[in-house]
């Protein structure tokens, strides 16, 4: 057997050892960290989970990316659809698992509808309700503290979510596109908003960005069309370049740190109806 030959057969066991590749064998041996499993859930159907602690796991979904071979009893016959009640636990192999995150890319591209996330759940994964065009409602505990980027991205049917008091992270562009999402508090727990967290939300029209937001980022608010205005905390003392630009309907910017350095260009580039005397310091 030649040198190459050995090396590609190292790699290739070193790639199944560290693949997620359960099977149905139910073996409370083999549900260590990383494993996968298949479950049914009470109005749900199969669900299919990863586990990340000793008792804990994740909603999980194999990345549209990723090519290989599925290799999880049931998991092909996943379809989520309609209103999904995520449970806080569930049985596998005679063990009860916590669920205390949404992976990433859970429900990417599913026609949901409604989403009620537990009050077990810690995180939402990157791209984890993205282009789910369905999808209304969202119901996020106040146990939630990270939202990864991309995790709503495309939900254009999504009129309404209320972040939790909590909250430390939004990934980047995490809400980007949600056209019919109209009012959206930002809580006071949340240091910074990423890039392009909202950008192209159209119809937002109510914004309340609460004391202890430290940073806008780029394009944060970007194409936000509907806005007509907006109070920048005394808290903030960064906004981002293009953070509010192309806010058609913008007329009128209130910031209560009157030391916050800004230039009006580059913040708020083709806001037509905005002139530099609408914005005030105070």
Avoid: W
């Amino acid at each position: 057997m030649t040198t190459t030959s050995r090396l590609g057969i190292i790699v290739l066991c070193l790639f199944m050892l560290i693949s997620c590749d359960v099977k149905d064998d139910k073996s409370n041996n083999d549900l260590q960290v990383g494993k996968c499993f298949v479950t049914d859930v009470d109005g749900i159907g199969n669900m299919c989970f990863r586990i990340i602690g000793d008792s804990d796991v994740e909603v999980y979904k194999k990345s549209p990316f990723d090519n290989s071979q599925d290799a999880i009893d049931g998991y092909k016959c996943i379809k989520y659809y309609g209103e999904i009640v995520i449970p806080e636990t569930v049985k596998y192999a005679s063990r009860v698992f916590t669920v205390k995150k949404i992976g990433d890319y859970a429900f990417f591209c599913s026609d949901v509808t409604s989403i009620i996330i537990p009050k077990t759940v810690v995180s939402i994964g990157e791209s984890a309700f993205q282009a789910c065009g369905k999808l209304k409602k969202i119901t996020i505990p106040e146990s939630v503290v990270s939202i990864g980027q991309y995790a709503f991205t495309g939900g254009t049917s999504i009129v309404s979510v209320d972040l939790p008091k909590n909250l430390g992270d939004i990934g980047e562009f995490a809400f980007k596109y949600c056209d019919n999402l109209l009012s959206i508090t930002i809580p006071s727990s949340m240091d910074s908003l990423k890039e392009g967290v909202f950008h192209g939300c159209i119809n937002l029209n109510s914004l309340i960005i609460k004391e202890g937001v430290k940073y806008i980022g780029d394009s944060a608010f970007e194409e936000c069309t509907s806005l007509t205005h907006i109070t920048v905390p005394k808290s903030v003392i960064s906004i981002g370049e293009d953070a509010f630009a192309r806010c058609s309907m913008l007329t009128y910017v209130d910031i209560l740190n009157p030391e916050l350095n800004i230039c009006f260009k580059d913040i708020f580039n083709d806001c037509d109806k905005l002139v530099q005397d609408s914005v005030k310091f105070r």
